[in-house]
């Protein structure tokens, strides 16, 4: 369950910091399972669908670009673990791999925000998608929430972020998440990818729940020194730790939003407000005038508000100075 009332949903997105080698990415599903996260993320793609030859990256991805049979494994491996699994497809044909794998949500990225053939495909596969904004306008936005839901897909949730390599703290925009949640009156999450070195790459994500994210995706990685694909702002396992445990501590500071009194907020009530005391001794039988009548911390009793009903009222005995006035004293 995602969205208010819920804990927030945490993605371990692994995206390519396997740098193509399965046993590294074997080994990473293994340590990140201990990280506390809801659901991790691979990113399946196929080269020539994703980047033209002569495109920038058309190499690396190359490089790194799993078999199917390959998928599979790692997909077995992954499933060892209580925790959901995701993927960010980037064409049709890995959409489809993908759900025959059984994974349990998609991820359109903000590639693909734009490309209605591609957002049609994955929401007729009738599970939970993730759609990424980065760099989008409103109004396609708009669109590719309505070309999804023209399928009967409305379990959509808009991911606010983008990728810059890293992407400055100015950037971030964190005020965009309640824009968006009420504009289109769906859940919003945040994908983080500030400079991982930064003092506030394991904070960001807590910023960003206090503002209404119910879906927190950072990426991970073994180690930054290599420099691998995404390391600019990839957590080690250690740091997404840190990340989840000050996002759950986030959540107890944020509470209920109800207005209700806690024990240790009672406690301090019955501790610090002021009660109704006698000033000076009072006799029995005599009325109360309100110079009889002191306001102080004391032992529970009546609050300063009820001495207008308090003044006027008899005494049935006699009360000492700084002695609590209470109704079963009066008459």
């Known amino acids: 369950m995602i969205g208010e009332g819920q804990s927030t949903f945490i993605i371990a997105e692994i995206a390519s910091a396997h740098q193509g080698d399965l046993g590294l990415l074997t ?12 659901a991790v993320k691979f990113q399946k793609f196929i080269t020539e669908e994703l980047v033209t030859p002569s495109g920038p990256r058309y190499e690396n991805f190359k490089r790194i670009e799993f078999t199917e049979k390959t998928w599979g494994r790692v997909l077995d491996s992954a499933c060892k673990f209580k925790w959901e699994i995701l993927a960010d497809v980037f064409d049709e044909k890995s ?10 949500a998609f991820k359109i990225h ?12 994955t929401a007729k596969k009738g599970k939970p998608i993730l759609l990424s904004t980065g760099g989008s306008t409103m109004k396609e936005i708009e669109n590719a929430i309505e070309m999804i839901k023209s399928h009967g897909n409305h379990d ?9 390599y890293p992407t400055l703290i100015e950037d971030t ?25 930064h003092e506030l790459a394991t904070f960001l994500p807590c910023l960003a729940v206090t ?22 702002s990839s957590l080690t396992p250690e ?13 107890k500071i944020l509470g209920s939003g109800e207005f209700e009194l806690s024990d240790a907020m009672k406690k301090y009530r019955d501790e610090v407000k002021k009660n109704i005391v006698a000033r000076v001794d009072i006799p029995a039988e005599s009325k109360i005038e309100l110079h009889m009548l002191a306001f102080k911390r004391s032992a529970p009793g009546l609050p300063p508000s009820e001495a207008v009903k308090i003044i006027g009222k008899r005494t049935k005995t006699s009360i000492k100075k700084d002695e609590i006035i209470t109704w079963d004293k009066l008459s």
């Open 27 to 38: 080994e990473l599903i293994d340590k990140v399972h201990n990280t506390g996260a809801d």
């Open 95 to 104: 959409c489809d791999f993908m759900d025959e794998l059984g994974v349990s």
């Open 156 to 164: 959509i949730i808009l991911v606010h972020g983008f990728q810059a």
């Open 211 to 232: 503002m209404g994210a119910s879906v927190i995706e950072k990426h991970v990685t073994l180690e930054r020194e290599s420099k691998g694909l995404d390391y600019e």
């Open 110 to 121: 903000s590639t693909d925000l734009t490309n209605p053939y591609m957002t049609s495909h």
């Open 173 to 197: 925009n964190l005020k965009m998440i309640p824009k968006l949640k009420r504009i289109f009156n769906l859940n919003v999450g945040f994908h983080d990818h500030v400079d991982a070195e």
């Open 239 to 251: 740091e997404f730790k840190k990340m989840v445990q000050n996002i759950r501590n986030t959540e």
